[in-house]
């Protein structure tokens, strides 16, 4: 059973850091998509990043480029994000979600995504 745990949200205030972090469990760690999600209040949950668990390669979201990396540990079957110069408009609820279909690439639309986490909340004051 697919099992994603997130932690490491919490308050900052603007232009500090945060890193979050996901340990999956339940599957052979290293195959497939991984990625991170958030939805602020009132809005639609976005893309933030996704990472082929495989080769390694990555996708960032424009919104978050240059600001945000994500990264992994296969060791410990575990993804990073990690947000730097944070703005109030990051503040959302952070999920990482795991993608199991072959594409040949990792997607960023949410719905492309079956197993979710439970989410870490990411506040950002001015």
């Known amino acids: 059973q697919v099992e994603l745990v997130e932690s490491g949200g919490g308050s900052v205030q603007a232009g500090g850091s945060l890193r979050l972090s996901c340990a999956a469990s339940?599957?052979?760690?290293?195959?497939?998509?991984m990625g991170w999600f958030r939805q602020a209040p009132g809005k639609e949950r976005e893309g933030v990043a996704v990472i082929d668990t495989g080769g390694g390669s990555t996708y960032v979201a424009d919104s978050v480029k240059g600001r945000f990396t994500i990264a992994q540990d296969n060791a410990k079957s575990t993804v990073y994000l990690e947000m730097n110069s944070l703005k109030p408009e990051d503040t959302a609820m952070y999920y990482c979600?795991?993608?199991?279909?072959?594409?040949?690439?990792?997607?960023?639309?949410?719905?492309?995504?079956?197993?979710w986490g439970q989410g870490t909340q990411v506040t950002v004051s001015s």
């Open positions: 979600a795991a993608d199991f279909i072959r594409r040949g690439y990792c997607p960023l639309p949410p719905y492309d995504f079956g197993y």
């Open positions: 339940g599957y052979t760690y290293g195959s497939n998509c």
